[in-house]
């Protein structure tokens, strides 16, 4: 059973590019997280999306930065007009359940020069 | 005042030491705590998940929740150098969908 499959792992865009995130849960996983982890600091919710619906957006930004979780294929996260604020390891979780436990993907590492 | 206070350290300790990592937290409303590794430049991968109070013993890994004190705890026996990592605390309430992460312990396991 693979883990959660994130891609790229590396992602270099110019300022005011558009940067999308990739994210194929575990194998009979529903629930989708996505986080943000900042140097030195701990990892931030961002979105939880299970399929076709955005559960909880409450700590996206409300601006440039959105998610989907379609019924075929990876969940997205998109971010536009990116600015060197936005560099940093984005990380996606997947569970089965709302209460089981999370597991993580190895993340994306966005450097916007 | 963050909602999950932990110890940033670094933490050095010699190989085969007990190792004890700890967060505290504001939130009452908290009933499910989770221990994550995290090694350089990698995903956070789980190795503790508890729910209320009590103790989870996992190998040499070792989980205590006391809710009364809104103190966790992570004790790692016979510390190997292969430890070495970041140690981050996670926890969530009933209905949240997220978790709130402490920022991390770096741990360093010595020869």
């Known amino acids: 059973n693979a883990g959660v499959m994130q891609n790229p792992r590396h992602l270099v865009r110019r300022r005011g590019q558009e940067a999308r995130l990739r994210c194929s849960p575990m194998k009979g996983h529903s629930h989708v997280y996505w986080y943000r982890q900042l140097p030195e600091e701990g990892l931030k919710f961002m979105v939880y999306l299970q399929k076709e619906n955005i559960i909880d957006e409450s700590g996206m930004p409300k601006e440039r930065f959105s998610a989907e979780f379609p019924k075929e294929g990876p969940s997205i996260l998109r971010i536009q007009q990116v600015v060197r604020g936005d560099s940093a390891a984005y990380f996606c979780a997947s569970s089965p359940t709302f209460t089981a436990e999370a597991f993580f993907g190895q993340g994306t590492r966005l450097t916007v020069v | 005042q963050k909602e999950v206070e932990q110890d940033p350290g670094p933490l050095s300790v010699p190989e085969g030491a007990i190792v004890s990592l700890n967060c505290t937290y504001s939130n009452s409303a908290f009933q499910y705590f989770m221990w994550y590794r995290q090694y350089s430049r990698k995903g956070p991968e789980l190795l503790m998940y508890t729910y209320s109070s009590g103790n989870k013993e996992d190998g040499r890994f070792t989980a205590q929740v006391d809710k009364s004190s809104k103190y966790i705890s992570l004790f790692i026996r016979d510390s190997q150098p292969s430890d070495s990592a970041t140690y981050l605390c996670?926890?969530?309430?009933?209905?949240?969908?997220?978790?709130?992460f402490g920022t991390g312990t770096r741990l360093q396991v010595t020869l």
């Open positions: 996670a926890m969530k309430n009933g209905t949240a969908s997220k978790l709130t």
